[in-house]
């Protein structure tokens, strides 16, 4: 295992700085570049899967906590209420926001906003949005601790038959973007309440949605311990956990199935009889925070992405100056394509080879390469492949980028 805090700053994937604050890392250029090829790829399998995007304000009043009960159970985790709009002289007008700790009630709003029917759903309402949380000061580092996260998470607002069939298809999707990034989780836990006034809603509430995903996680054949105590305090949840670099645990995907929020925002549909009915809330995230997915990629990689989410995924070593203007072309085609590519030419071959070694596809151009329009090129890990021409490199490597695999040739 690597340490993300400190390999992740020594690639230049991101930094903190004690002027902006900790907990709140900020994304420097190779970062940025694998956050979004990471969101882009999270977006793509959303659209497959028949789920639609969204954006919603990551401010709100504290009224919409209240109602969510995330004030009553989660107050101390959010951010205290900042009074704004109000008069001089009137410190007691004005409206109190808060930064939101989730994104569950703007979607609960946001169903509401328009008239559903049966043949609407199920709806699949999609965002990677920023959420909030308020730690001590002495717990935060990296990319793991933070006080602010971008999620990617989703609500289904369907009917009671379909959730479960709609939970088992987010765990399909977990599983197809674990394998795309070559996450292995360390185990699925089925996460109960535990005698404790922190949670809400009936014990039939509780029941019922234990056994749904209960019969889901056996649908899917997957393994898993029960833990009290780690549910989210409206249901239970199936969490997909990792181990990070200290070998602590962490959830970096979830599925819950909810009765209690529709419940809370008086959600409805109409049915095919005609009458009022409440939809059934399913929860999921795929990949968690973007900050905890890198997180945990850097240290069980150590920086060497999958071909799809290398910041840096081909560079063009010319042998000597000569090369330079074939390295360049070839550089600049493999912009054109999409890749994201640069040219390395001062000091040693050697030395800028040792320099790239993260990078999966280094493309050697030496005179002979040069004069027949060719590229050796070196994959991540040493293996020489023979000269090829430009465009049949370039094509193969597109094909493997687009893939989203791990794999570096095919
Ligand atoms: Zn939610």
Same mark, same amino acid.
């Given at each position: 295992m690597y340490d993300h805090r400190k390999l992740g700053r020594?690639l230049?994937i991101f ?11 900020? *994304? /420097? ?41 995330? *004030? ?30 989730? /994104? ?7 169903? @509401? ?28 580092g990296g990319l793991t ?5 971008? =999620? ?15 939970? &088992? ?32 809603? &009936?014990? !039939? ?11 889901? =996680? ?9 833990? +009290? ?15 990070d670099s200290? +070998?602590? +645990? ?33 929860? @999921? ?6 900050e905890r997915?890198v997180a945990h990629l850097i240290d069980t990689t150590g920086g ?23 390295? +360049? ?7 054109? !394509? ?19 070694? /993260? ?8 005179? &002979? ?42």
């Open positions: 020594e230049g930094e903190t700085d004690p002027l902006i604050g900790g907990g709140l890392p900020f *994304w /420097l250029p190779a970062g940025a570049a694998i956050r979004h090829a990471l969101e882009e790829y999270v977006r793509e399998l959303e659209r497959k899967a028949g789920y639609q995007h969204v954006y919603s304000p990551v401010l709100a009043k504290r009224e919409l906590y209240e109602r969510s009960c995330h *004030w009553q159970h989660y107050r101390d985790g959010m951010y205290p209420p900042m009074t704004v709009g109000s008069e001089a002289g009137d410190p007691g007008g004005g409206e109190q926001m808060v930064l939101r700790p989730s /994104l569950c009630p703007h979607h609960a709003v946001m169903y @509401r906003s328009r008239a559903h029917s049966y043949r609407d759903l199920p709806l699949r309402m999609a965002e990677l949005g920023g959420q909030y949380r308020s730690e001590l000061s002495g717990v935060l601790r933070v006080r602010g996260m971008q =999620l990617n998470d989703a609500h289904i607002f369907c009917t009671l038959d379909q959730a479960a069939a709609e939970a &088992s298809m987010a765990l399909a999707m977990i599983g197809q973007a674990h394998r795309a990034l070559g996450v292995e989780p360390a185990r699925y836990r089925l996460s109960l309440a535990s005698a404790s006034a922190k949670y809400v809603g &009936s014990p !039939q509430m509780w029941d019922r949605a234990t056994a749904m995903l209960r019969d889901v =996680l056996a649908g899917e054949g997957l393994d898993y311990d029960t833990e +009290e105590g780690e549910a989210a305090f409206y249901g239970p949840k199936i969490d997909v956990q990792a181990a200290a +070998e602590r +645990e962490a959830s970096i995907a979830t599925v819950q199935i909810d009765f209690y929020q529709p419940e809370r925002f008086a959600l409805d549909y109409t049915g095919s009889d005609g009458a009022r009915h409440r939809p059934v809330m399913v929860h @999921r995230s795929i990949v968690g925070s973007i997915a060497a992405f999958p071909p799809w989410l290398a910041p840096l995924q081909l560079v063009a070593l010319p042998i000597t100056d000569t090369e330079v203007p074939q390295a +360049e072309e070839l550089v600049r085609a493999a912009i054109d !394509q999409g890749l994201r590519a640069e040219v390395s030419s001062d000091g040693s071959l050697g030395a800028r080879i040792r320099a790239h070694r /993260l990078v999966p596809y280094q493309a050697v151009i030496g005179a &002979s390469e040069a004069a027949a329009g060719e590229v050796s090129i070196r994959l991540r890990g040493g293996r020489k492949l023979p000269p090829m021409t430009v465009g049949a490199a370039l094509a193969q490597i597109g094909r493997q980028v687009r893939a989203s695999t791990v794999e570096l040739w095919n």
